[in-house]
């Protein structure tokens, strides 16, 4: 079965770095992503990496802030998040997906992880 587990979030003050993980179990993926929902907003793309060529994209509130990255012996894609502000807070979502798509749209994705908290006090 696929499995993302996301962990890492904790609770920062504004200006902190943060950095996320998300495990996924023994496959790869076409494109893996984080996304975040806040309280009251709709979930948001934040970053995503193609497996194939390393290739990125961001959103646009957090370009400049955030990185994503991966680490392909351990199955693993994280997220650095640096000049935190309270604005970031909300629960922070890994995701895959198999197929072409846009990868900013939730509805392109096939897998997710149950969400990390990250909370950012001013």
């Known amino acids: 079965q696929v499995q993302l587990v996301e962990s890492g979030g904790g609770l920062v003050q504004a200006g902190d770095s943060l950095r996320l993980s998300c495990a996924a179990s023994g496959r790869t993926f076409s494109t893996m992503s984080w996304f975040r929902q806040a309280p009251g907003k709709e979930r948001e793309f934040l970053a995503a990496i193609r497996w194939s060529d390393y290739i990125t994209y961001y959103g646009d509130s957090v370009k400049g802030r955030f990185t994503i990255s991966r680490d392909n012996a351990k199955n693993t894609i994280y997220l650095q998040m640096n000049s935190l502000k309270p604005e970031d807070t909300a629960v922070y979502y890994c995701?895959?997906?198999?197929?072409?798509?846009?990868?900013?749209?939730?509805?392109?994705?096939?897998?997710w992880g149950q969400g990390t908290q990250v909370t950012v006090s001013s």
């Open positions: 995701a895959a997906k198999d197929f072409s798509g846009n990868s900013r749209y939730t509805s392109n994705y096939n897998y």
